[in-house]
């Protein structure tokens, strides 16, 4: 029976697989979980997908979904209706209209604008000969900023993005801002986003993202004990 569950590559620290973990837990997918080494990917992760990044679900009928947004997709709106409770106690809040349009925007903004200068921020060194090379760290994370103040205001007063529920936004957005508080967490604690650290402590504390931040061994396709996340 376990054949015929969905497979997904992931690495446990990259904010584009957690937010496939947090949508595909939200929605109580039960699948394989592969842990990847991203320095000693395994070969059938790159048959399936070539280009090489995680997360990676492969589908039961071998159907590839090889982007972190197109994952919690497919997992909120296939399973939609079980949705719950167990982790958020209630049902991801549902977006339309000008809330869908602004968190799509959101969304947009922080896998370009605010990725780019976060990557910066956290590894000056690494882009040291890019086009930006004269920026500094600190620089980038004023940059960076510009983001931080636009989520600070949209949550103002609610304790989640889009009310006093979770919706798919704060699960894209959180592993991101997470990342960007772990690179000087006093700083963060200690700046403006007073809002910002409540929604993100209030995730970061809560059974479901400790349910996705467990620990597991890489996979070796000559192991035969599967992790099967339910
Ligand atoms: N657009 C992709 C980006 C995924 C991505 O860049 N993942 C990084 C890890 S955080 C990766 O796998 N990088 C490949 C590598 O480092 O070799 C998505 O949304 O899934």
């Known amino acids: 029976m376990n054949d015929r569950l969905p497979i997904l590559y992931s690495f446990i620290r990259?904010?584009?697989a957690i937010r496939a973990r947090l949508a595909l837990c939200c929605a109580k997918t039960?699948?394989?979980?592969?842990e990847v080494r991203l320095k000693d990917k395994p070969v059938s992760?790159?048959?399936?997908?070539?280009?090489?990044t995680v997360p990676v679900l492969i589908l039961p009928d071998r159907t590839?979904?090889?982007?972190?947004?197109?994952?919690?997709f497919w997992a909120l709106e296939k399973n939609n209706t079980k949705q719950n409770?167990?982790?958020?106690?209630?049902?991801?809040?549902?977006l339309s209209g000008k809330d869908k349009e602004y968190a799509d925007y959101l969304i947009k903004e922080n896998d370009g604008n605010f990725?780019?200068?976060?990557?910066?921020?956290?590894?000056?060194?690494?882009?040291?000969?890019?086009?930006?090379?004269?920026?500094?760290?600190?620089?980038?994370r004023n940059e960076a900023e510009k983001f931080l103040k636009e989520l600070e205001n949209q949550?103002?007063?609610?304790?989640?993005?889009?009310g006093d529920q979770l919706s798919y936004a704060d699960l894209a957005l959180m592993p991101f801002v997470r990342q960007f508080a772990k690179?000087?967490?006093?700083?963060?604690?200690?700046?403006?986003?007073?809002?910002?650290?409540?929604?993100?402590?209030?995730?970061?504390?809560?059974?479901?993202f400790e349910t996705v931040i467990r620990k597991y061994e890489p996979w070796k396709p000559e192991c035969f004990e599967r992790i099967i996340i339910k």
């Open 14 to 16: 990259c904010p584009y």
């Open 155 to 162: 949550l103002n007063p609610h304790a989640y993005l889009f």
């Open 115 to 140: 990725k780019y200068a976060l990557d910066r921020y956290k590894y000056p060194n690494r882009y040291a000969n890019d086009e930006n090379q004269n920026s500094t760290s600190l620089e980038w």
């Open 64 to 72: 590839v979904i090889e982007q972190s947004l197109d994952i919690m």
């Open 30 to 34: 039960v699948y394989e979980l592969r």
């Open 183 to 208: 690179v000087d967490p006093e700083w963060f604690c200690n700046s403006p986003y007073k809002q910002l650290n409540n929604w993100l402590n209030k995730i970061e504390q809560s059974d479901l």
């Open 85 to 94: 409770s167990q982790y958020t106690n209630q049902p991801l809040l549902s």
């Open 45 to 52: 992760l790159l048959e399936y997908s070539p280009k090489g």
